[in-house]
C-alpha cells in the first residue's frame, strides 16, 4: 500500500513539474506558429467548416461550436432544466427529466456520438448519455433540440455510453459503478461477487431512431469505463475497458490499483442478438422511464416501463472474453479498420494495443489464461498487437486521422502524442494546457474520420484566461493535425466539464436543418392558429388562456376575471412564418421560466397569482423594432370575485366563452 502511495505522489510532483514547464513553454514561445490565427479565423459572415458537439459535462447540456474558430452557437439542454429555452419548466418539456425517480432537473453529460450508416456519419441525431442518473439521449439534428431520453435501470453511473455500432443498429450504455442485482438493502461489504455491472444494448429504430432496450448483459461486479464499437471485420463486437476487477468497495484509489492488469471485455453483441431473437434471456421487473418529443405537438410525453430482458454471460457461451489490459484502463478505442482496440491504462507507463484478428485466432486456439466469473480470460500475449513504449504519462483517450495514425491525450504529463498504428512508434507530442482528458477528431469513433482537426478537451486551465474568481473556465484546444507535427491554434472556452465531444463536417448537417415548424402541421392540443381564435376560458379554478403572438402584439393582450388561487395556463402559439422570429413570453410573479417559441410553435406556462392587482407580461426576445411594444395586462380580483372573464385586443372586448 505504501508503494502506491508513493508512486501516486511522484506522479502528482511530476505533473506539477511539467504543468509548470509546459506554462513556461507557452508563454515563452507564445505556442503558435506564425498562421495560426489565419488558419481559425472565419470571416464575419462565412461559415466553420465543422460543428463540434461538446458535453456539458455537469451543466448536464450539450454545446455546439463551429470549428476551427471555436465559436459557441447553441446550448442544447438535454439533461438540465435550461430557463433560457424554458426546458423542463413549460408544459412540454417537463416530462422530457421524468425518471423512475421522478422529475431530475440536473444530469451529468458526458459522451456524445454521431449516427453512422455503414461506419461513415450520417448526421441524423446525435446521443449523450447521463452519468448521475442512467439515462441516454438522442438530439435531433434537423432541430438540434433533444427528442428522447431513456433511462436505464439496473445501472448506476452510466460513463461506457453513449457509443453506436456502425449503422447504429445499437447505443450502448455500460455502468460503471456495479450494483446489487436486483436492487436490495443488503451489507456493503459483501459487494464483491454479488454486485452486478449491466452493460445495455438500445435498439435504435431506423426509421426514426426511437430507443428501445434490447437486452442487459450482466457482467461480474467491475466497473465498466468506456466502450468503443467493432467495425469493419470487428462490426459485430464491441469493448468495454474495466478496472476495479478487485472488487474492492472502499479507498478504491488504493485497492482498486492492486491487480497488474484489468480487462477489455469483448461483447459479441450479434451473438447475444440471435441468442434474444431465438427466445433466449429473462425478463425482469424493472422501473425505467421513456421520455419522447415530437415536433407535431411540440410535446414530450413520458412512459414508465416495466420491464427488462436480461441475459446472463453463462447463457450465452462464446460472446464474452476478458483480455487482459495493463493497469486500470480507461479508454477504449477501436480504430477505423477495426482492427486496433486500444487500451489506455491510466497507470501504465505504456500503451497496449490488442489486435482483433489475433483475439479471434486466440479464441479459436483456447488460448485461454483462466476465467473470471465463467468469462474466458484470453492470454495477455495471444491477443497483443504492439505497445506503444513510454509514450506520456497517464493515457487516458485515443482518436484516429484516418491516415494510420493514433492521438493520445497524457492527464499527468499534460500532452497529446502523436502515433503510428502499427509501429507502435511516437512520431510527436505537443503540450496541452493542461491536463487533458477526451480529444476528439470529427468522425474519431467511425470508419471514416475527418483527420483535419483534434480538438482536445482539458479538466485545468489554471493561468489560460482571465481570471474569473476561484471557479475558472473550462477549456479545449484546437490542433492542426494535417502535418507531420501538430500544431495548437487556439484555445477556447466551454461549458460544464467537456467530456467527450463529436464532429462532423457542417456540410452533413446544414442543409438539413428546419428554418420554422409549419402552422398547419402544429397538432398541439392547445394550439391557437389565428389571432381571431384566441380566447380565455374558466374551468373552476384554471383558466386557459389560448394566445398568438406576431409581430409585435399579443392576442389577447389585456385580460380580466382571473383570481387569486388560479391556476393560469398560457397556451401561447408564435404565429410566425419566418426563419428567425421566435417570440418570448414572461409574466410577473411566474414560478417558471420565459418562454421562448419558434415560429409555428405552441408552448404553456403556468402562472399562480398570489397578488390582487394588474400584472404585465412582455416578450422576452427582441423582435421587430416594436419589440418594446410587445406587451400585455392581466387582472388579478380577490378569491371569489364576481369580475367576469373578458379579453381585448385593440379595445375591442372579444367574446369570452
Ligand atoms: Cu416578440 Cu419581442
Not at 12 to 29: A, E, Y
Not at 127 to 147: Q, V
Not at 181 to 195: A, L, S, T, W, Y
Not at 449 to 466: C, S, W
Amino acid at each position: 500500500m505504501k508503494t502506491i502511495f508513493k508512486s501516486l505522489l511522484a506522479i502528482t510532483v511530476l505533473s506539477m513539474v511539467l504543468g509548470s514547464c509546459g506554462n513556461g513553454d507557452s508563454k515563452k514561445n507564445g505556442a503558435l506558429s506564425g498562421n495560426a490565427a489565419e488558419r481559425v479565423y472565419v470571416a464575419p459572415g462565412e461559415y466553420d467548416e465543422f460543428y463540434a458537439f461538446v458535453s456539458g459535462g455537469f451543466s448536464g447540456q450539450l454545446a455546439v461550436y463551429g470549428l476551427p474558430s471555436g465559436r459557441l452557437f447553441k446550448v442544447i439542454p438535454v439533461f438540465s432544466v435550461d430557463a433560457e429555452k424554458a426546458y423542463g419548466f413549460n408544459e412540454e418539456t417537463k416530462p422530457m427529466l421524468n425518471t423512475s425517480h421522478g422529475f431530475i432537473p440536473w444530469g451529468d453529460s458526458h459522451h456524445p456520438d454521431i449516427s453512422q450508416t455503414a461506419g461513415v456519419l450520417d448526421g441524423r441525431w446525435v446521443f449523450i448519455n447521463e452519468n448521475n442518473t442512467p439515462r441516454i439521449a438522442k438530439i435531433d439534428l434537423t432541430t438540434f433540440e433533444t427528442t428522447e431520453i431513456l433511462e436505464i435501470p439496473n445501472s448506476a453511473g452510466n460513463h461506457s455510453s453513449s457509443f453506436v455500432t456502425e449503422n447504429t443498429e445499437y447505443v450502448v450504455a455500460g455502468t460503471r459503478f456495479s450494483i446489487p442485482f436486483p436492487q436490495r438493502d443488503m451489507p456493503i461489504k459483501e459487494f464483491k461477487g454479488n454486485f452486478k455491472g449491466a452493460l445495455t444494448f438500445i435498439k435504435v429504430d431506423p426509421k426514426d431512431g426511437t430507443m428501445d432496450i434490447k437486452f442487459q448483459l450482466m457482467m461480474p461486479g467491475f466497473d465498466y469505463d468506456l466502450s468503443h464499437p467493432g467495425r469493419g471485420a470487428s462490426h459485430g463486437w464491441f469493448f468495454f475497458t474495466t478496472y476495479n476487477t478487485e472488487e474492492a468497495n472502499s479507498l478504491l484509489e488504493v485497492n482498486a490499483s492492486q491487480n497488474d492488469k484489468d480487462f477489455i471485455a469483448a461483447v459479441n453483441w450479434k451473438k447475444i442478438e440471435e441468442y434474444i431473437n431465438n427466445g433466449g434471456g429473462t425478463k425482469v421487473p424493472a422501473k425505467y422511464a421513456h421520455n419522447v418529443y415530437t415536433d407535431e405537438t411540440h410535446s414530450a410525453t413520458s412512459t414508465m416501463r416495466d420491464e427488462v430482458l436480461i441475459v446472463n454471460p453463462s447463457e450465452v457461451p462464446g460472446a464474452i472474453y476478458f483480455m487482459p489490459t495493463p493497469k486500470s484502463p480507461h479508454g477504449c478505442d477501436v480504430d477505423p479498420s477495426g482492427e486496433y482496440i486500444v487500451g489506455n491504462g491510466k497507470l501504465s507507463a505504456d500503451l497496449t494495443v490488442h489486435s482483433f484478428s489475433k483475439m479471434i485466432k486466440a479464441i479459436e486456439e483456447k488460448k485461454f489464461d483462466g476465467d473470471a466469473y465463467g468469462i474466458p480470460i484470453l492470454q495477455f500475449e495471444a491477443t497483443l498487437a504492439g505497445v506503444v513504449k513510454s509514450p506520456g504519462l497517464g493515457p487516458l483517450h485515443t482518436e484516429f486521422d484516418g491516415k494510420g495514425n493514433a492521438y493520445t491525450t497524457f492527464f499527468i504529463s499534460s500532452e497529446v502524442v502523436k502515433w503510428k498504428l502499427g509501429t507502435w512508434e511516437v512520431l510527436d507530442r505537443k503540450s496541452t494546457y493542461y491536463s487533458p482528458g477526451h480529444l476528439m477528431i470529427p468522425g474519431g469513433n467511425s470508419g471514416k474520420p475527418f483527420g483535419k482537426y483534434a480538438l482536445v478537451m482539458n479538466k485545468i486551465t489554471k493561468d489560460r484566461y482571465l481570471p474569473t474568481g476561484p471557479e475558472v473556465t473550462q477549456s479545449a484546444q484546437l490542433f492542426d493535425i494535417t502535418g507531420e507535427k501538430m500544431e495548437l491554434l487556439i484555445d477556447f472556452p466551454t461549458i460544464g466539464e467537456p467530456h467527450y465531444a463529436a464532429g462532423i463536417p457542417a456540410s452533413l448537417i446544414m442543409s438539413k436543418s428546419k428554418k420554422i415548424y409549419k402552422l398547419e402541421e402544429n397538432e398541439h392540443p392547445f394550439a391557437t392558429k389565428s389571432q381571431t381564435t384566441a380566447k380565455v376560458i374558466r374551468e373552476g379554478n384554471e383558466v386557459h388562456i389560448y394566445m398568438t403572438m406576431i409581430r409585435s402584439h399579443f392576442a389577447p393582450d389585456n385580460i380580466e376575471g382571473v383570481q387569486v388561487g388560479d391556476k393560469v395556463f398560457f397556451h401561447v402559439t408564435n404565429l410566425e412564418q419566418d426563419y428567425d422570429v421566435p417570440h418570448g413570453f414572461a409574466m410577473i410573479g411566474a414560478q417558471t421560466s420565459e418562454l421562448l417559441i419558434m415560429p409555428g410553435q405552441t408552448e404553456t406556462s403556468i402562472w399562480e397569482p398570489k397578488q390582487v392587482g394588474v400584472w404585465p407580461f412582455y416578450c422576452t426576445d427582441f423582435c421587430s423594432a416594436l419589440h418594446q411594444e410587445m406587451q400585455g395586462y392581466i387582472r388579478v380580483s380577490p378569491k371569489g370575485s364576481d369580475v367576469p372573464i373578458t379579453f381585448t385586443l385593440d379595445g375591442d372586448a372579444l367574446d369570452a366563452e
